[in-house]
């Protein structure tokens, strides 16, 4: 069964940058839409960013203009560039890709951010 495999999380202060990214672990169709959510304690998951394979991409208001995602349509990975985080983006962040009647998501990486 193919899976979605992150990597890049880990601890840093603040005002620091992480790199995310996400890989499929086999083959999977490559029209549909990418994109990474976070989950922090006690609260819901919620939506990062997404990029479609047409590039279309939409961010949560609280991460403009820090974040940048991008996709590399051959290989299906998506990268998430964190830049200037702050403490309220720890979380645990998670990647997912859809299409219609089909979804996956990845087991979660770790993002820390010290004040």
């Known amino acids: 069964q193919v899976q979605l495999v992150e990597s890049g999380g880990g601890l840093v202060q603040a005002g620091g940058s992480l790199r995310l990214s996400c890989a499929p672990s086999?083959?999977?169709?490559?029209?549909?839409?990418m994109g990474w959510y976070r989950q922090a304690p006690g609260k819901e998951r919620e939506l990062v960013a997404t990029i479609t394979s047409g590039g279309r991409i939409n961010y949560a208001d609280s991460v403009k203009g820090r974040f940048t995602i991008s996709r590399d349509n051959a290989k299906n990975t998506v990268i998430l560039q964190m830049n200037s985080l702050k403490p309220e983006d720890t979380a645990v962040y998670y990647c997912n890709f859809r299409r219609i009647g089909y979804e996956l998501w990845g087991q979660g990486t770790q993002v820390t951010v010290s004040s």
């Open positions: 086999g083959d999977i169709f490559s029209i549909g839409v």
